[in-house]
């Protein structure tokens, strides 16, 4: 059934989702397979050009990846997707499509860890410049922008600072000035936003987090037009070989199909421990883009459609020093000491220790993660537990 007019929640039950022809099983069997029967009138097809409906080997294609790519397309409002093994995998890959040796990237300086990582280590050793800005605003960009330059590249919430990026004015920018603009969509998935409908040329996922929400995978995709798409698929792609599992495919189609429901409550019980923890003598400052003391608290409002402002908070506690948040998180219970997030599970983390611990202190202050903040992944378990660990881990600060 086609759904690609009908409204987010029905895209998310049904969209990539075909009763199965055999033997009528609403939700497809996973096809566990890696390679595919031809016959020599099906090779004669395949090799005049007529590829519709024929899988040739799993690192190309498989029936459950394709499903899943069918639900993001149509949850991006795009014409292509690409189920990758991971979310670096997906934005390497981007990134690497639009950019090659020689030429020059401008990125958010506030992006993913490990995005930081592959665009200074090894695009180093690709010869790939990239600039690192301290904002996205257009004037920014003239500045950094070079002959060569091929991408912008920015997060639609950065990490952990949730800072927001005006996707209007990104894809407006790189339109007028013939570069490819790619977004990580990761904190707010299609559900707060979609940024090719801002014009955005290439949104990219961790599907680890709210994509697939529950946890238990590893996965990343791109979205963005067939030409781009496939120029990946068909190349890059069959050569690295950073083909998801479709079992992982699997377990995304099904978390898909919830991630409406989920991203309501995470974004309800998110606003929820923000406006708590504002009220704390222990904490210094909350950041949380649904708090009209963020900065970007309008900018949010309006991208996201006044449907919540995602389900990350960061706050920084009094005295900011490094000891401080170690004996919260120690403190909590309910609220799980690990990397990651989008869990249904509530995670919390030092930034300044675990995802950014491998930046120079200084390097991180000018990125706004300090010693004294700790990010929370909010779940969607009842947000009175949640505050109820909070305030247990507080009280223990004596
Ligand atoms: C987790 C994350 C990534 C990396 O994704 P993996 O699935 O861990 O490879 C990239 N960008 C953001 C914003 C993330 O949170």
Redesign the pocket.
Known sequence: MDVSNAKFATKAVHAGQMPEEKTGALIAPLFMNSTYVWTSEKMERYLHGDKAGIFTYGRSRNPTQNDLQDKVKTLEGAEAALSTA??????ALAVMQAAHSGDHVIANKT??G??YALMTKIFEELKIEVTFVDDMKPATLDAALRPNTKVVYS?TMA?PTLSVANLTEIAQWAKAHKVTSII?S??TSPYLVRPLEFGIDVV??????YINGHGDI???IIAGSFEFVDAIRSSMYQELGPVPSPFSCWLQLRGLKTLHLRMKQHCANALALAQWLEKQDAVEKVIYPGLESHPDHELAKKQFGGLGYGGIVTFIMKGDDIESPKKVIDNCHLAKYCV???DLDTLIEQPATMTHGKIDREERYKMGVTDGMIRVSVGVEDIDDIIADFDHAFKALG
């Open positions: 991971s979310g670096m995998a997906a934005i992006v993913y490990g995005t997060e990490n990580d990761t904190f990219v996922h961790s599907t680890t987090k590893i996965g990343g990651s997030l989008g």
